[in-house]
């Protein structure tokens, strides 16, 4: 992983089709029924990778992130196209990570030695939950025995692999997620994502709450699981390296530590956000989401992107912030400046080492504690202000 994060360039490929829509999923997802020409569709993935290229030229790739939606739904043969397009307009480099989401259901398993031939080397997996009932309210479409063989398929197969687990979910109590917890400790191996269950505008657990048909833990109880958590997966040797996000030292999610070390990625796909510095300004990107619509813009101009935008000096510094403070090793002040023109406020930082929310750590970088990342946004607004 490397060290300087201006260095840094990935690409983000959006695959938005799902077999079914989960209840608390608020990503660019989309079930389509019908037919469906998959050959055509990859074609558009490979002009907008064209375009970006154009856009962003002699780029070191040093991760590829398949994310959705359901990417292992597509044939392994479509992903080693899009691995073999960003290959001909970038440098990729020889050890570069490249990741691909998968649910545990046998149709997808059974592709995941093609997708290794395609030249996937990870893959992260939606497990969500090691307990029946939960499974099922989640809208999850596979069993506990189906997600347990998946991720020991998953580590036999790729040299690298994670799966996600969502918390503090409907009636659960701290017992059961301490027995949960546990049992998914010791399937782990590298990595593990554990997820907060949050409510998002737009998804049927939004709905259901705001009937008052569903309740999820209060504050005081979601930080107990939080606690709990960070406990757990330290003990077991996956510490946390980014809120949500454990792993063994030199295990971490080298896209995923693009993102927050602010690099610069390209976003392919409906939906797909990008960051590019295009004549030494930083855009940020998005594509169009219906995944119809962008395959036709695609088609008539080259690419699928409805937004790009030149970020102020102050929105870099924001972005920043939002996403470095999440990371365990924290952010660097210098960087901050040279990204929005200013520095921390220092009777901000001094006001929070205060109340023991954020520390300077020996190479100068500010990152928040573990009294702070509960409340975590608070802080960075305290920050950014």
């Known amino acids: 992983m490397k060290n300087n994060p201006n260095d840094l360039f990935g690409v983000y490929v ?5 077999a079914s829509k ?21 074609a558009a993935y490979e002009r907008e990778i064209a375009h970006a290229a154009q856009l962003a ?9 398949f994310g959705g939606g359901t990417p292992s739904l597509m044939s392994p043969s479509s992903t080693a196209r899009i691995i073999d397009a960003i290959a001909k307009h970038w440098t990729v480099e020889p050890k570069a990570e490249i990741t691909l989401e998968a649910n545990p259901t046998s149709v997808e398993v059974d592709r ?37 063989a998946a991720v020991r398929i998953a580590q036999s ?25 546990k049992e998914a ?25 705001v009937a008052g048909k569903l309740k999820i833990p209060g504050e005081d109880l979601a930080a107990d699981f939080y606690e709990m958590t960070q406990e757990l997966t330290a003990a077991a040797g996956l510490p946390a390296y980014e809120i949500s996000n454990h792993a063994r030292p030199g295990q971490e999610s080298e896209h995923n530590m693009l993102y927050w070390r602010y690099g610069e990625y390209a976003g392919i796909g409906p939906g797909a956000h990008g960051r590019l510095m295009i004549n030494n300004q930083r855009h940020a990107t998005a594509d169009e989401k219906m995944p119809f619509d962008w395959q036709k813009n695609v088609l008539a101009k080259g690419h699928g992107m409805v937004v790009d ?14 996403m470095g403070l999440r990371l365990k090793e924290g952010i660097s002040p210098a960087r901050f400046t040279a990204l929005s023109g200013r520095q921390i406020n220092p009777n901000q930082i001094a006001t929070l080492k205060t109340y023991g929310f954020v520390e300077t750590l020996p190479n100068g970088n500010l990152r928040v504690t573990d009294r702070g990342w509960p409340v975590l946004d608070a802080v960075v607004a305290d920050l950014a202000a």
Not at 122 to 131: A, D, E, F, K, P
Not at 188 to 197: E, K, V
């Open 185 to 209: 400790l010791w399937m782990a191996q590298g990595h593990i994502s554990l997820y907060q269950l949050t409510i998002e505008q737009g998804t049927r657990y939004f709905d259901l709450q």
């Open 112 to 148: 995941f030695r093609g997708f290794r031939s395609a030249g996937v080397n990870r893959v992260s997996l939606g497990v969500q939950s090691l307990r029946a009932g939960p499974l099922a309210e989640l809208g999850r479409r596979h069993s506990v025995e189906e997600a347990v």
């Open 22 to 42: 989960c209840p608390y999923c608020d990503f660019n997802s989309h079930v389509h029924r019908g037919a469906f020409d998959e050959d055509a569709y990859v």
């Open 157 to 181: 197969v790729f040299e690298r692999s994670s799966f996600d687990l969502i918390y503090a979910r409907p009636r659960q109590t701290l017992e059961d997620w301490e027995d949960e917890l």
């Open 309 to 322: 935008d030149v970020l102020t000096w102050e929105e870099q510094g924001d972005e920043f912030l939002v």
């Open 14 to 18: 959006h695959w938005p089709f799902c």
């Open 57 to 65: 030229p002699g780029r070191v790739v040093q991760s590829i992130f």
